[in-house]
């Protein structure tokens, strides 16, 4: 974990001067399902209005307010699926518009802050649609959403979509999976390698819509000239690997490419998921080259109401408080893992770790072990409490 204050500089725009972002965004349903339930936008956060695309890439100039990107990947069936992202995309947008847009002087501070409650906003928003509309119970959607202000993007992150930046032929991730997979990898559990080979790699801890809070987890990355951002859902990042990623980004600067090579990527190794990629190039003399000192990856943004903050959870704002449902009590849930489940997951994990450290002294496995605990005894406190939730909704049905 990267935790850093962020000092952007976000440069002023004077005539020519400018940041400018090269946007193709595309989404497939690829080859084994009926149903897309990904959504993309693309949005110009200084008129507020979403960008439109046919077969050719949108040159926007960065303006004072900036622009957002969204991914989300949405769950719950074909119809709550589509609903959950597409509600995502919505309710983001609608809260940029009324807060950020209006704002005279735009400061970065200010546009993490709107970002944060934008996303819970939109989970609220979510989780009371499924509550009153059981036809929708289990509904929920991951979410990948960037805004760039000047040479800076803030993204805010939900679940397993994914965010990253190639820069000089490589390709990092900017965001950390919010999965049972990370977290074992995290622990010591597993490597990375075996976490991507896992049948149970698409178990995620957190999504928009199927709890009453959701916490957010904010990252920022200052980008350069030639610099490409990549945001997709897990169609695409659980088959292709980064340095395919980074071949795709370095083979053509046309966004158009880009996106389409590594959707057909994703399809020659199964499409087994839906898949959706939006690729920005930035270039403009209002950015600088890049530097040696430069930082990229996960670099966390320090704000209350954030993942990596010591405030996890932040109020929203009056004007958006007014706008929620009275009672976000949700009478229907997604069924959380159980904890029978979740022990069986750790003893495999814990058995793959054991044979690869066969021979090693006692007290290295039992070290790796203690490890995981605490993670184990959090999931565990989920599941009991989503299994006592069940019970006593059950029981208020009758």
């Known amino acids: 974990m990267t935790v850093s204050s962020p000092q952007p500089s976000h440069p002023q725009q004077h005539g020519d001067r400018r940041v400018l972002a090269r946007v193709f965004a595309q989404t497939d349903v690829g080859r084994t399902r009926e149903h897309n339930e990904d959504t993309f936008l693309v949005a110009d956060l200084e008129s507020g209005d979403p960008v439109l695309f046919d077969e050719s890439a949108r040159d926007l100039p960065v303006e004072a307010h900036g ?69 929708h119970r289990g509904m929920g959607t991951t979410a990948t ?22 820069r000089d032929g490589v390709c990092k991730q900017l965001t950390k999976d919010q999965s049972l997979m990370q977290r074992l990898v995290e622990a010591g559990e597993l490597t990375q390698e075996q976490a991507e080979a896992s049948e149970r790699r698409n178990i995620i801890l ?53 996106c389409k090579r590594l959707i057909d990527r994703a399809n020659e190794l199964g499409g087994p998921d839906n898949i959706t990629v939006i690729a920005v190039r930035f270039d403009g003399d209002a950015l600088h080259d890049r530097q040696d000192t430069d930082a990229v990856g996960y670099n966390t943004y320090p704000l209350a109401g954030t993942l990596n903050h010591e405030t996890a959870e932040a109020p929203l704002p009056e004007t958006l408080q007014s ?10 849930g997604t069924p959380a893992p159980s904890a029978s ?21 006692e007290e290295v496995v039992r070290e790796r072990r203690q490890r995981v605990e605490p993670v184990f005894l959090v999931l565990t406190v989920i599941a009991l409490v989503a299994a006592t939730w069940l019970m006593y909704s059950l029981l208020r049905k009758r």
């Open 67 to 135: 622009l957002l990107f969204l991914v989300a990947d949405g769950m719950g069936g074909a119809a709550s699926g589509e609903l959950a992202s597409s509600m995502a995309g919505f309710e983001v947008l609608s809260v940029l518009r009324e807060r950020w847009r209006i704002e005279p002087q735009p400061a970065p501070e200010h546009f993490a802050m709107i970002l944060r409650d934008a996303t819970i906003f939109a989970n609220s928003q979510i989780h009371g649609h499924a509550r009153e509309h059981p036809q």
């Open 145 to 166: 959403i960037a805004g760039l202000l000047g040479d800076v993007v803030y993204v805010a992150q939900v679940g397993d979509s994914r965010a990253y930046l190639v």
């Open 323 to 332: 706008r929620l449902k009275s009672d976000p009590t949700p009478r229907y």
């Open 341 to 361: 489940a979740i022990e069986e997951e750790f003893a495999r994990a814990r058995a793959q770790e054991d044979d690869a450290v066969l021979g090693a002294p």
């Open 206 to 258: 957190q999504a928009l819509g199927p709890e009453a809070h959701v916490t957010i987890d904010l990252t920022h990355q200052q980008v350069r000239r030639g610099d490409t951002l990549i945001l997709c859902s897990d169609g695409l990042s659980g088959l292709v690997r980064a340095d395919e990623i980074a071949r795709a980004s370095n083979e053509s600067s046309d966004t158009v490419q880009i």
